[in-house]
């Protein structure tokens, strides 16, 4: 049996499936996958919960299998959110050293982001994330750790990640339903990017695209930090839709046809399929050149989206490592090139750092988020440079959204 105590557990909520993912920290604290949980999602549209007695059954069933594989019993998940109420933005807090000595302190450190997030938000919203990023002391920029520095006045920038507060509880009480706690909820894409991107990737500057079945997340690494992040309420589903409105078919035939047969061609094809009707009806020939096409026309969008968001906040001259494109939606043949095209710089094909075990998991795009996940609480749970246990920080800071002292 494990100690409980080591056992981190990431479970994403996503629009097609739920995934939960147990790693265990072993005594020389590496991370080890251990177990893997899926169901099908029938309760949650565009990442959020539509459905609560669905997703609890599904969730319910995915904890029941990742349990099974790991030999363990889980008490507790590091959670996934997202949806087209998620923001980000970038923010700088300031505070005054005020010791005699001037010298600066980890309480210091403490106040300045407590500072940088009590920020105008909406009133109905919570903050997710505050990532912080570089450190100014008496104006000298780019300080990575002022503890023992001296200084009058202190700033720190900061990214900021957060979300709809009912929106976020929503799948924060299916969760607790199942009496599982909630140690802290994460942003799906960046959990994402910690399951991918190499630490020489977010210092050279690389944007992360995870592609779900309703929903698209997107974060920029730059000189190791997190620099932006967005949302689109666009996904798998979405070309699905088109396709089944193009080729006047069934939804179901759709998805289907996108799964075995979907790509992104260069020129013209004329190759063709025949549909089989469910009711023994003669079948339907199908141009799938003309699926590619519609296929294309959304992916295309999506991306010119993301593309002049990234312009608007001008970080497309400082993503040297290029794209990485995550999730179950980059499996589409010829996606990387369609998004080399837009984006005009490298694009690959995302690829889970790896770990100790559960090497097929780790091989397929739709587990990225889930396994990042893990690495995340297993990060949380490591000391700050600053000293302190970041995971202490992390539960201060979502106390209140999930329901803790």
């Known amino acids: 049996m494990f100690d409980h105590a080591n056992i981190i557990v990431g479970l994403e909520t996503g629009t097609s499936k739920i995934c939960a993912v147990v790693g265990e920290v072993n005594a020389e604290g590496a991370l080890n996958i251990i177990g893997v949980g ?20 599904d969730i319910r069933s995915a904890i029941a299998n990742a349990e099974q594989m790991a030999d363990v019993e889980i008490r507790s998940v590091f959670l996934g959110v997202t949806g087209a109420h998620v923001r980000g933005f970038n923010n700088r807090g300031v505070h005054p050293v005020v010791s ?4 600066i302190t980890e309480d210091d450190v403490r106040d300045v982001i407590k500072n940088a997030r009590a920020i105008n938000l909406p009133v109905d919203h919570d903050v997710i994330h505050v990532a912080r ?56 894409g960046r959990a994402a990017a910690m399951a991918v ?48 409105i193009g080729l006047k078919i069934p939804l179901s035939h759709a998805e289907r046809l996108k799964i075995e047969h979907g790509a992104i061609t260069s020129g013209e094809t004329a190759q063709t ?34 593309d002049e968001d990234l312009s608007r906040v001008g970080l497309r001259d400082h993503l040297r490592a290029g794209a ?5 939606g980059s499996r589409v043949a010829g996606l990387t090139t369609l ?36 690495k995340y609480g297993a990060s949380m749970q490591r000391p700050s440079a600053t000293g302190g246990s970041l995971f202490g920080l992390f539960q201060k800071g979502f106390g209140k959204l999930i329901g803790r002292a």
């Open 339 to 374: 998004v080399e095209e837009i984006f005009q710089m490298p694009v690959y094909a995302a690829e889970a750092d790896p770990l100790n075990g559960a090497a097929n998991v780790q091989q397929q795009p739709e587990f990225n988020t889930a396994i990042g996940l893990v």
């Open 324 to 328: 990485i494109l995550s999730g179950g």
């Open 273 to 306: 399929l025949t549909l089989t009707s469910d009711v023994g009806l003669p079948g339907r020939v199908i141009n799938l050149g003309l699926m590619h096409r519609i296929m294309a026309a959304r992916l295309e969008e999506t991306f010119q989206l993301i």
């Open 197 to 244: 991107l190499t630490a020489e990737q977010r210092e050279m500057g690389a944007v992360v695209i995870d592609l779900g079945a309703g929903i698209t997340e997107y974060v920029v690494y730059s000189n190791g930090i997190l620099k932006h992040s967005g949302v689109l309420a666009v996904g798998g589903d979405h070309v699905s839709n088109d396709i089944a």
């Open 100 to 103: 005699a000595d001037r010298e």
């Open 133 to 188: 990023q570089h450190f100014h002391v008496d104006g000298q920029p780019g300080v990575a750790n002022p503890v023992g520095m001296l200084g009058a006045r202190m700033e720190v920038d900061v990214h900021v990640v957060h979300g709809h507060r009912n929106r976020l509880q929503n799948a924060i009480r299916v969760v607790k339903g199942l009496q599982l706690g909630v140690e802290g909820i994460v942003f799906n």
């Open 38 to 57: 899926q169901a099908k999602s029938r309760g949650v549209r565009k990442g959020e919960i539509v459905d609560s007695a669905q997703a609890e059954e």
